[in-house]
């Protein structure tokens, strides 16, 4: 499978994964509907600002769960946007941020690893 296709693939599970556990689904809606969708990915620029912002918000409130949710959002925003070959892109380790992340999130939500593992491993 091609490198994109498989990043897309996997974040639709990841995303999926952690959908009904989040009490903020603002932006993770959009990511959701983003990643299908490879004409707006030049988009997920604007998007990964306003995640971060909420990560701010909730680093300073030190929501570890609210936290642990925005920080994986950037990086599949900033991932997006950088596949869709725009100009400025983020940092090029971007898609690789995203497993620490899902780790991270999952435990944050108390959920076990290995229901990221099956994801990313598939």
Known sequence: M???ARIVVDLNRLLALFA???SDRETLDELVR???DHTVWPKAHDLFQRIRRKTLDAERERDRALAAQYL???VCAKT???VSQ???PFDADSPY???PNAFA???ALRMDDSRVLEIVAA
């Open 2 to 4: 091609h490198r994109v």
């Open 34 to 36: 983003m990643v299908s």
């Open 80 to 82: 997006l946007y950088n």
């Open 20 to 22: 009904p556990h989040c």
């Open 72 to 74: 994986f959002e950037e």
């Open 105 to 107: 999130f999952a435990r």
């Open 86 to 88: 725009s100009p400025a």
């Open 97 to 99: 941020w995203i497993v």
